[in-house]
């Protein structure tokens, strides 16, 4: 698809050269760019998406406000360069840094969603932000691998990271398939993981070319794997996306020990399917209900309880002195913004101190 046809009526598209590599954002038309930091929206998108998931949103928020959408490396209008996992997702996270030193923005509020979320959680342990919102974010222990408490099930975190990539849905992205002929086509991982059952957009074909910008090749998505004794037979590698959140490299849970900790919202979904305490995306539960075979047993390899981890993380967090609001929507899958955008949008404008605008 086409710029045309991908950005929605009041949307702008342009790239920012950095001096890490070259950066798509979007913006919307006649934002001022003298707005002040403090009215000033960053938003990230997480993984197999891109900026374009983010304009209905810019689109519905006060004229009064600044937003920008980034692209992350290998996905949207950004550059394609390898991810090195081993920094965890600071190769993310520094490329958003630079972008916005690129437009002269200090700290503004950030959004980040699933992936992003970890994204904007690792820069505000680097660099001063003004608030957070977490949108289904990855557990702040990373994706896979992890007891309740945080703490590896194996030191080379078996069961993570690129080798759990469905080869069939990496070969669909890179074929470019916008069909729903499989349950591993792009569009109908949209329905089933993205969002709950029941959802319906005029801007799908949008959000499935947004999937599509995903870049499969070698040190991005998914990434590789090496082998490993311990079931099932495959462990994080060093390089790519999903990579980049083992818990060998990625944890954020030190925001709790943030001298300036700024105020967060946690935005998520009873009914996400990617981020819960029982993901159908997580190696360890998928063996538990015997979809992978030769689990060894909740003792050995438990599930990730990723929203309770996020709690407790949050729980910490708010018990040090920082301000967190939790917004849990009912019947919600993994998209909050897309499935009940006036609550998103409320409870943003909430955290921001934007009300009445």
Known sequence: MTDSNVLLDGITARHVDTARL????????????????????????GNVSSALFWQETMLDLPKDLRLIAVDLRGFGATETLPVDATRGVRDFSDDVHATLQSLGIGAAHLVGWSMGGGVIMQYALDNPVRSLTLQAPVSPYGF?????????????????????????????LRAGDTSDEAATSPRSVLHSGYVAAGYSSPH??????????????????????????????????GTGVLNTMAPGYFNTSGITELEQKPPILWIHGTADAIVSDASFFDIFHLGAVGVIPGWPGADVAPAQEMVSQT??????????????????????????????????????LQLIGHLGA
């Open 311 to 348: 709690r407790d993380v949050l729980a910490d967090y708010r018990a040090a002195g920082g301000a967190v609001t939790e917004v849990e929507l009912e019947g919600v899958g993994h998209s909050p913004h897309l499935e009940r955008p006036a609550e998103f949008r409320l409870a943003l």
């Open 22 to 45: 070259r950066v798509g954002i979007l913006e919307r038309e006649n934002d001022d760019p003298e707005t002040p930091e403090d009215r000033t929206v960053v938003f990230v998108h």
């Open 144 to 172: 896979g691998g992890t007891r309740r408490d945080g703490s590896r099930i194996t030191d080379d975190d078996a069961g993570v990271g690129g080798g759990g990539g469905n080869p069939d849905f990496i070969a669909r």
């Open 204 to 237: 799908e074909d949008v959000w499935v070319a947004s999937m599509l910008t995903t870049s499969t090749e070698p040190g991005n998505y998914p990434g590789d794997s090496e082998a490993t004794e311990h079931w099932p037979g495959f462990a994080a590698g």
